[in-house]
């Protein structure tokens, strides 16, 4: 059974994931994606909110340290030269998008 203690710890945690939430900068080429598929290291299959299906890639700043499974949220920023590609920027939490879905952000997503 959890402590007093344990539960508060637990709801400031929560506040602060729901707090730094990153949201896509549209004037970056940034958008809402989930993804689909994964394709080897560091290549992932999107579906972004525009409805199309596009490859992105994992940099390297965010290959250890975060892992990226099939149905989570991210954000994708689109390459300017070849719009069918992008790099993923953010990855969201379960919390962050219960919010996210809550504030109607992810309606255009096929969730």
Known sequence: MATKKEIEKAQVKKEYEIRSTYIPRRDYLEMFGLVT?????????TTGEDGEERMCRIPGKMKKKVWIREG???VIRLWDFQPSKADIVWRYTGTQV???RRKGYLSKLPL
Do not use: A, P
């Not at 994964?38 to 299959?45: E, P, S, V």
């Open 37 to 45: 598929k994964l394709h080897g290291t560091d290549q992932i299959k």
């Open 98 to 100: 219960e919010h996210l």
């Open 72 to 74: 989570d949220v991210v």
